[in-house]
């Protein structure tokens, strides 16, 4: 399974962003999309997730000014709505999903956890 994300930059502080990430390959189902952020010499941290339900999780950092959503037509499609973005915003942000490919019939089959490749996004003026 392959994730490809797109849409970091550089905004101005204050300003807006959209990341996007869209899965690709041959699997049954996603059951949470993510996205994590690391920042120069740290662990990678969790921004934002929503699972297959729709229940969201955001870290105590972002809650509030960014918004994860997954595309209604183009389920495998999840983004992250950055607003209000400060300079400590800055870092390079990853998409994750995580599925199960196809099992025996119509049932799913074993667990997949894909990482797309790193988005940067820099936020100064």
């Known amino acids: 399974v392959q994730l490809q994300a797109s849409g970091g930059g550089l905004v101005q502080p204050g300003g807006s962003l959209r990341l996007s990430c869209a899965a690709s390959?041959?699997?049954?189902?996603?059951?949470?999309m993510a996205w994590y952020r690391q920042f120069p010499g740290k662990q990678r941290e969790l921004v934002a997730r929503?699972?297959?339900?729709?229940?969201?999780?955001y870290s105590d950092s972002v809650r509030n000014r960014f918004a994860i959503s997954r595309d209604d037509d183009a389920k495998n499609t999840v983004y992250l709505h950055m607003n209000s973005l400060k300079p400590e915003d800055t870092a390079v942000y990853y998409c994750?999903?995580?599925?199960?490919?196809?099992?025996?019939?119509?049932?799913?089959?074993?667990?997949?956890?894909?990482w797309g490749q790193g988005t940067l996004v820099t936020v100064s003026s």
């Open positions: 390959g041959n699997f049954h189902s996603i059951s949470s």
């Open positions: 929503q699972t297959s339900d729709g229940d969201q999780t």
């Open positions: 994750n999903a995580i599925g199960a490919f196809h099992g025996k019939g119509w049932s799913p089959g074993r667990t997949w956890n894909s």
